[in-house]
């Protein structure tokens, strides 16, 4: 007999033990981004490597979760989403003490692809759980506290990872990830609810081809961006023709498998039934081009313009992680009470004032004139990104059996954000500095640069609202014709 496993009911586990659960291993996958970087000049020394050779621990580790992060959504939707989370969070465990054991740099950065696998599951299935396990009327909470221990993880792993640098070395950065993934482990074995087994259906086949094309497109487009630390040249050219390429080939295979009553890697059909879910993508990619853009221009602008030291740099940066941890939280409270449109606009008006502000106060203002707009910018994306999850995650309340694709879908709009944003928003900042060397350019030309970052950054936050206010109109018409 063959079975296929559909989400458990919610009442089979309390809700605190999911969300605690579902919580650490979110903050995990986020934590082992950036307890790495504060690393890689101790490990460039230790492996007597240079920059371009370490930052790999780094690149290794994104790359895997970009390409895998929409096929474990999709496995878990087929294998049951608590079983693959659990298999998720014990690879990322044991991929951490091979990461801390590794005697060159190259096992190491093996071993971060592989950690990075299991990061991937877990930002793929942390979301689909939540909308199997919490009820409707608590979604957005929830949604708010994973996006709060994203950003938790996110502005810990500089701190902690000089602390554990210090005492132990560059092996505590990973061995820190053995008692964490254990609690994690132990936490989702006790309180997810089980996947349940229903018979008499036959369990769609996993769309190997696709999987393939989709990860080589993706490899090639984050590659594209990521190569040449911001400067293009033929390689990154070939390597984003070749991305459009396998988009155009993955989209048709996925007709295909379609047409032949197959199960595609991502039914495309989604994007047509329900226009929540494709202006959903689309508008967290821009918006997260946008925050990736505060994290790469704001140390070059503190330092460079404002003539601020390493440890204020350090300080004033800080404001965005911990604006963003403290609104998660109350930004899922406000989407359960006004709604998911109104609150996405809402995040949305926040991030285009707060980008404006960026391009025109700080020369006026100083360090104020940078920290108060990004502590609007950072809020305004607590409350889009909660309310955009929570829209997205509902837009699939028909068809439980894709919730795991859907999420990482979306975990890959944020990446696909990111490494843009960290390419193209560096490119922009470099052209409006002038062309000159960013490192050496004169503050003047470092505070141009930043204004020309952030006008091109409250475009891309308008074009979102945009979207927005079509799909806002759009749901709108179709709930008048409907009554």
């Not at 096992?107 to 919490?134: K, N």
């Not at 769309?207 to 984050?222: H, M, S």
């Not at 070059?300 to 004033?316: E, I, K, M």
């Not at 990482?408 to 960290?422: D, F, I, K, P």
Request: glycine share 14%.
């Amino acid at each position: 007999m063959i079975h296929t496993t559909f989400p458990a009911t919610p009442a089979a586990a309390p809700p605190r033990g999911v969300l605690a659960s579902l919580s650490l291993a979110m903050l995990l996958s986020s934590l082992g981004t950036s307890i790495a970087n504060v690393g890689l000049p101790t490990l460039a020394q230790a492996f007597g490597a240079s920059f371009q050779q370490v930052q790999w621990v780094v690149l290794a580790y994104l790359l895997t979760i970009t390409t895998a992060v929409v096929s474990v959504g999709r496995l878990g939707d087929l294998l049951g989403r608590r079983r693959l989370l659990l298999a998720g969070i014990a690879v990322f465990t044991a991929a951490s003490v091979l990461c801390a054991l590794a005697p060159t740099l190259w096992l190491l950065i093996a071993a971060r692809a592989v950690q990075g696998l299991g990061a991937a599951v877990m930002m793929a299935l942390t979301m689909a759980l939540v909308a199997d396990a919490v009820p409707p009327a608590r979604t957005g909470s929830a949604m708010g506290l994973l996006g709060t221990m994203s950003a938790v993880g996110t502005a810990l792993g500089p701190t902690l990872g000089g602390g554990l640098l210090a005492a132990w070395g560059w092996p505590a950065l990973f061995f820190v990830n053995l008692p964490l993934g254990a609690a994690a482990l132990w936490l989702a074995r006790c309180h997810l609810p089980a996947d349940r087994e229903r018979e008499g259906a036959q369990r769609p086949r996993f769309d190997i081809a696709g999987t393939a094309l989709l990860a080589a497109t993706l490899a090639a487009y984050a590659l594209a961006m990521t190569l040449g630390r911001g400067q293009w040249g033929t390689l990154n050219a070939a390597l984003l023709a070749g991305a459009a390429l396998g988009l155009a080939l993955f989209i048709g295979a996925q007709r295909r498998a379609e047409q032949h009553g197959a199960a595609p890697l991502v039914p495309l059909a989604l994007f047509f039934k329900g226009p929540a879910l494709g202006a959903g993508f689309a508008m967290g990619a821009l918006v997260t081009t946008v925050v990736m853009a505060t994290l790469v221009v704001g140390p070059f602008y503190l330092s460079g313009a404002l003539g601020l030291a390493a440890p204020q740099v350090g300080l004033a940066m800080s404001c965005g992680p911990l604006v963003s941890a403290l609104a998660g939280v109350p930004a899922g409270r406000l989407v359960d009470r006004m709604g998911t449109q109104r609150t996405t606009l809402a995040g949305l008006i926040a991030m285009a004032t707060g980008s404006a502000a960026l391009a025109l106060l700080p020369a006026g203002f100083g360090v104020a004139g940078y920290v108060l707009p990004l502590a609007v910018v950072t809020a305004g994306y607590a409350l889009f990104q909660a309310a955009n999850n929570t829209a997205v995650m509902a837009a699939t309340a028909l068809q439980p059996q894709q919730r795991g694709v859907v999420s990482g879908l979306l975990n890959l709009s944020r990446n696909l954000g990111l490494v843009t944003g960290a390419s193209a928003m560096g490119a922009v900042f470099a052209w409006g500095a002038g062309g000159q060397g960013v490192v050496a350019a004169q503050p003047g030309a470092v505070a141009a640069g930043m204004q020309a970052t952030f006008g091109v950054a409250a475009v891309l936050v308008v074009g979102a609202l945009g979207i927005a206010l079509a799909w806002g109109g759009r749901r709108h018409r179709a709930a008048s014709r409907s009554a």
